[in-house]
């Protein structure tokens, strides 16, 4: 009789330690989720602050006149100490061909999520007297988006129709 009851109690000790572990993945697994939400939406945020710094910098420092628009022409002006992308890589601008007294801005090749997508075309990027306009790019050219001199920002139902399907180029244009 006791060595029935060892058997079972020793069963029983395996059952809830294999119970205990299952909790504790789980729960890792929600954190980790959490964490790197958490990590999108703090990056996010930094790109979101890095373009308006470079944006305004840039005005103040050409203004208008964008010919000799340059990384290290900022830099050197004190306006902007950081034009590294959050998402990776560094920003990439210069004198647009879109217009007298627009340059433009974008993620030097690095892709930003579909999350973060929708939160920078939701993103109120001023008025249009400084904002000119926007564009997402994809792999698809058939799902890229350009809105020039549009209302901003856009609706949450546009910004996710058209952030979906995968990362995403974004291209800023300002005067």
Request: proline letters at 3%; a positive charge; hydrophobic letters at 40%.
């Amino acid at each position: 009789m006791k060595t029935y009851l060892k058997k079972s109690q020793n069963g029983r000790s395996m059952i809830e330690m294999l119970g205990v572990l299952a909790i504790v993945g789980v729960l890792s697994a929600g954190g980790i989720a959490g964490y790197s939400m958490a990590m999108q939406s703090y990056k996010t945020n930094q790109l979101i602050e890095k373009v308006q710094i470079i944006s305004q910098a840039a005005r103040a420092v050409y203004k208008g006149n964008y010919d000799d628009l340059s990384p290290n022409n900022l830099i050197t002006s004190g306006k902007v100490k950081d034009i590294s992308n959050p998402f990776g890589g560094a920003f990439v601008f210069a004198k647009s061909s879109a217009g007298q007294g627009i340059f433009s801005l974008n993620t030097g090749g690095a892709t930003v999520p579909a999350q973060a997508c929708v939160d920078i075309l939701l993103t109120d990027w001023g008025n249009t007297g400084m904002f000119w306009g926007i564009s997402v790019q994809s792999s698809n050219p058939a799902d890229s988006y350009r809105r020039e001199k549009g209302n901003y920002p856009l609706s949450v139902t546009d910004a996710i129709s058209i952030c979906k399907g995968g990362d995403k180029l974004i291209h800023w244009w300002f005067k």
